[in-house]
């Protein structure tokens, strides 16, 4: 029986990156939701200068993290095209097998804080897990059937949602 999970017009990495673009679309649905019910129920969480300050901080910190992840998956890529083994435990991957993915997240919940609002930062926190439980159900398939064993043996160290 066929891989329903499985995009026979795409490589597997093709697809694994295709795959990568479901977690901010939904993320983004949580963003927008949540600014739409923002105005329809206006919610605060904490004093106006508190929230701006947690959220400029998960900003910056989400920000740090996106583009320090990205530099290291290319970095991967690098590596694989010259034939070395791929090594999942570099730069934001030793802790998490979600860098990107879980820092957009904070990045958008650093701005529901920057706006104060409780919907945003609830909706975009839902966001995250759907697109996490959805995502990492289908990433896991195909990074364990191309990468085997390295990987599997990544996700026991690791484990994590983040």
């Known amino acids: ?5 499985k995009d026979h017009n795409l490589s597997k ?7 990568g673009s479901f977690p901010p679309m939904i993320q983004m649905a ?8 923002e105005f329809i129920i206006p919610t605060k969480m904490f004093p106006p ?5 947690i959220g400029a901080v998960l900003v910056v910190l989400a920000t740090v993290v996106i583009l320090w992840s990205q530099k290291t998956s290319a970095e ?7 034939g070395e083994a791929r090594s999942f435990s570099k730069g934001p991957y030793r802790w998490s097998d979600n860098p990107t993915s879980f820092s957009l997240a904070l990045l ?11 919907m945003i930062v609830a909706l975009s926190a ?7 439980m959805v995502y990492e159900r289908r ?15 990544y996700k026991k160290k690791i484990n994590s949602l983040f």
């Open 76 to 82: 991967f890529r690098k590596r694989e095209k010259q």
């Open 30 to 37: 949580g963003l927008i939701f949540g600014v739409f019910l």
């Open 139 to 153: 990433k896991k398939i195909l990074m364990e059937e191309h990468y085997k064993d390295d990987y599997i043996n």
């Open 13 to 19: 990495e093709q697809n694994i990156n295709y795959l």
């Open 108 to 118: 958008v919940i650093g701005f529901g804080f920057m706006l104060n609002s409780l």
């Open 1 to 5: 029986m066929e891989d329903p999970n």
């Open 126 to 132: 839902v966001g995250y897990w759907l697109s996490y």
């Open 49 to 53: 200068h508190t929230a701006q300050i």
